[in-house]
């Protein structure tokens, strides 16, 4: 009995963030469709697939190449780049990853040729004041496990999935340095959801595979997912972290200082290695995250009477009770980030608005309506610490004091 109780809470899950996984496709579809249909072709970056993955058998979940679209810098910043890599969660399943084979989260078959570059990606300087310049790279997203996956994991069977999320990542690389990045004197690795925490696990990489005269820095937006329960007290997102770094071989990835102390699949969590990361990190969260409130503290399998159903899709319809709980997951990020707020060269922009990646979107990394705290918007933020313009250690009060949401 109380196996079979295990294995439907197991299906609950595995349903619950197929749906998630399936909603987030959605979303992004939707909104490329919107900026389509709005914006004016000049945001339009092709996709390249790229040159030396074959050769480093760097492949997507089902076979196909992977791939990046570029723009390059000119003038004052034709030696700076800012690497963005893209997110959209993870798959944790042979069944997951399959069904995300055939996506464009998993395959190139069926990538977008071309995207809009927005946000911190634009070349518009009244939209991205201080990178409009700057050699730009969006990389796209294809292997389910934060670009961390290893070929040793995947089976010897008939299953046709590769777990190949570092070698794709090593083959970008490789083939951005032979396109001028090894002459960098300025650049950022950037991302945001699983590509905010990929960018967390490959920061000192880039920075050693960088000029040591280099400045470089690395900004994670909504990258930083919180290691708690959910709010029935079932360890959800660890369990789940569990299964994406056993499936395809995470830890070899991962922070090995972190990975000898502990089960390894912890180590996918910032707050766990944060402090062991040499180079400066820069942190975009929302406290209110609505895919953390959607997925890892209040799943589905967590609400099975819907209670928390109109509160999950906008903060403003949550009830006293619900708000204590959401209050109490801002309080477990500044706990987790307690550390980090005391470091030197850290920076941070924690405000409290109910999104989830604020920086590849114009309207909340730099606007007239944007996010600001202090006055201030995230573009600004990052601008002034990354130039070292002053320290910034910005974090907004509790919801909903900030009307700039
Ligand atoms: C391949 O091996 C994995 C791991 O042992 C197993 O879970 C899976 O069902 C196998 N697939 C097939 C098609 O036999
Ligand atoms: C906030 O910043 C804007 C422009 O960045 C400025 O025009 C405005 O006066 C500032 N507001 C306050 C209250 O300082």
Redesign the pocket.
């Known amino acids: 009995m109380a196996i079979r109780s295990l294995q439907r809470s197991k299906l609950w899950s595995e349903s619950n963030w197929l749906v998630a996984s399936l909603r987030l496709v959605l979303i992004v579809y939707s909104l490329s469709f919107f900026v389509d249909s709005t914006s004016d072709r000049s945001n339009m970056v092709r996709l390249t697939l790229s040159s030396k993955a074959k050769d480093r058998g760097a492949f997507c979940l089902d076979g196909s190449l992977p791939g990046y679209h570029f723009h390059k810098g000119s003038g004052s910043g034709s030696k700076s780049w800012l690497l963005f890599l893209e997110g959209g969660g993870w798959c944790d399943t042979i069944e997951s990853c399959s069904s995300r084979a055939m996506t464009s989260l998993g395959s190139s078959n069926y990538f977008k040729h071309e995207v809009a570059f927005l946000g911190v990606l634009s070349s518009d300087p009244s939209q991205n004041p201080d990178f409009f310049n700057w050699n730009r790279v969006n990389i796209r997203y294809c292997d389910g496990a934060s670009f961390a996956g290893h070929p040793e994991a995947e089976f010897k069977n008939e299953t046709q999935l590769f777990f190949r999320g570092q070698l794709i990542w090593e083959a970008i690389m490789d083939e951005l340095l032979s396109m001028g990045m090894s002459h960098a004197k300025q650049a950022i690795l950037t991302g945001c959801s699983a590509g905010g925490l990929a960018t967390l696990i490959h920061c000192d990489y880039f920075r050693d595979h960088l000029p040591k005269d280099a400045s470089v820095k690395c900004v994670s937006d909504g990258g930083f997912f919180l290691n708690v329960p959910d709010v029935l007290g079932n360890p959800t997102m660890e369990s789940f972290y569990h299964d994406v770094v056993t499936l395809q071989g995470v830890d070899k990835s991962l922070d090995q200082n972190c990975v000898a102390k502990t089960e390894p699949s912890k180590c996918m969590f910032p707050q766990e290695f944060l402090k062991n990361i040499r180079t400066p990190v820069f942190l975009v969260n929302a406290a209110y995250d609505f895919w953390q409130i959607q997925n890892v503290l209040v799943p589905n399998s967590a609400d099975p009477d819907k209670r928390w159903a109109m509160c999950k899709l906008n903060i403003q319809n949550c009830d006293a009770s619900q708000m204590k709980v959401l209050h109490g997951f801002r309080s477990s990020l500044m706990d987790a980030i307690g550390g980090f707020h005391q470091s030197k060269d850290g920076g941070m922009f924690i405000n409290s608005c109910n999104s989830h990646c604020q920086t590849s979107i114009t309207e909340s990394w730099h606007s007239p309506t944007s996010t600001?705290i202090e006055?201030?918007?995230i573009a600004?933020s990052v601008g002034d610490w990354y130039f070292n313009r002053k320290q910034v250690k910005l974090i907004d009060c509790p919801y909903p004091c900030n009307t700039s949401c």
């Open positions: 600001r006055n201030k918007t600004e």
